[in-house]
């Protein structure tokens, strides 16, 4: 099962160095590499984006996908989510068990509103 | 110097557990790690052991494995690797060193681990990785190689 922008395997578009156990080791310019996990093994992915869950962090030796905080389904970087996971509520890019007093939770949004 | 200690690592097909053979690979303890460990099998991508992001967290015991490769540039020292695969909960860690000559004289300075770390290299890290690439789940248990006495006397 390939994820957009890429397709699984050794031969994939945006790799530059690759190998048969570990798939790609490096990527070409503004890829992004993604240790991606499918059962016991993981290899290394070159995204145009990073998936959901995750969120791209460029740098000079390497551009690469990081996982989002763990209350946090998909976000822009370590400290800004977008979405919350189930039983969380988003305020000013957090993720909170509980909302602030002068609002209340939106659990369709999983977001706090004022009330 | 102590002469290091050689690993016997016998790995099991978790849907042969019943019937099948395990599969036995030697293997090299380093850094005053030897000891018997046990646990699925997990490999981790060389460029996984870098930093202390909130990445995967494995449930149960596992046993890391990782296949280094000279070409992809060293984010860490091997010794910090291996450090941070155990600070991750692996039960140990297995260094595929067959293709980073430099990994196995890296490696062999260590002198404290707190859990097992174990070098393979060779027909024996390909068959480890061969069956890793196979990808199904498999429970490895790591022994101390025990040599036979005769060994020792002068014949």
Redo the contacts between chains.
Sequence with gaps: KSISGVSSGCQQGGCL?C?????C??CKPRFF?H?K????????VCMTSCPPGFYGTRSP??N?C??C??ECDSCFD?NFCTRCRAGFYLHLGKCQESCPDSMVHNDTQRECVLS | EHPLLRALIKVTLLKHEATGKPIVVEGLFVGGSAGKAEGRLMQYHPLSLCNTSEDERQDGDFITIVKLEHRVPRCLPLLDKARMALDKGAQAVIFDVSDDANAAAELREANSFSRPVVLVEAQGAEDLMGLVNKNEEANVVIEIKVEPKWLHYDV
């Design positions: 160095t190998s048969d156990y570990n798939g080791l490096s590499m240790l996990r499918i059962g016991m093994k993981q290899i290394g030796e390497r690469t990081t996982k905080r763990s370590k």
